[in-house]
């Protein structure tokens, strides 16, 4: 369903509390905000994976996009940055048709490279979602290690309409 309160993880979170089952969720999604009539684009500009916050990314220091192009066709990209003195790594994303032939980890070796090369950074991080046990073990094998961080939020003021300020002359 792409949004958070509400989605399909919040269905699985209250499955797996019913059954008692321990196990960490990350939900990912949109922004639980009310977007009246929001189009597509609202929604990626929100989220900030649109073409201007993909240009922020650019724009500030210490952040890149890297490219893996193959027979001049895109193969996979991914963004990497200086976040508090570590590399993160995110916006990771591999052709389907690609997937399983090297890239992916190519790539990865690349970034971490840049990060520690260029940046001369100790460490490079990621978020990723815990129910892909096949992506964790992709990054296990490349020498990352679960660090058992948690990521919790609360919403503390709800989401009210937008109210226009009055003009004036």
């Not at 003021?157 to 109210?163: C, H, K, R, S, W």
Request: hydrophobic share 40%; proline share 4%.
């Amino acid at each position: 369903e792409n949004a958070i309160m509400g989605g399909a993880g919040a269905a699985v979170s209250e499955f797996l509390a019913r059954e008692n089952i321990l196990k960490s969720v990350l939900h990912l999604g949109l922004p639980d905000s009310f977007q009246h009539h929001a189009s597509r684009e609202d929604l990626l500009a929100e989220a900030g994976i649109d073409a201007a916050g993909i240009q922020g990314d650019l724009d500030r220091p210490r952040s890149v996009i890297l490219l893996a192009e193959q027979g001049g066709q895109l193969q996979a990209c991914c963004h990497v940055a200086d976040e508090n003195g570590h590399g993160y790594f995110g916006m990771f994303s591999v052709s389907p048709t690609a997937q399983g032939g090297g890239i992916g980890k190519q790539l990865m070796q690349r970034a971490e490279q840049h990060v520690a090369e260029q940046w001369q950074l100790p460490t490079m991080q990621m978020t990723v979602i815990d129910c892909r046990d096949e992506l964790i073990a992709f990054y296990e094998r490349l020498g990352y290690a679960n660090d058992h961080t948690v990521s919790l939020g609360k919403r503390l003021i709800p989401d009210l309409p937008a109210v226009d300020a009055p003009h004036t002359n």
